[in-house]
């Protein structure tokens, strides 16, 4: 599984930025954050894990 794919295009010049791996990582983590209930508190550990899993899942689907 590539997950190094950049999730923008990138300048010739600079070779780092965000990968689409990070991407869709960040955009799980928003909607779960936005849709637990204000009492659940989860650590910061394991909302990034759960927004990776996600990320990871997506990538694999998107091979299919």
Same mark, same amino acid.
């Given at each position: 599984?590539?997950?190094s794919s950049p999730a923008f295009p990138r300048h010739p010049e600079c070779d780092h930025g965000? @990968?689409?791996r990070d991407w869709f990582? @960040?955009?799980a983590m928003i909607g779960q954050l936005a849709a637990e209930p204000p009492d659940v508190e989860y650590t910061h550990e394991c909302i990034a894990a759960r927004a990776y899993a996600f990320a990871d899942a997506m990538l694999v689907e998107r091979q299919k």
């Open positions: 599984m590539d997950t965000m @990968s689409l990582a @960040s955009q």
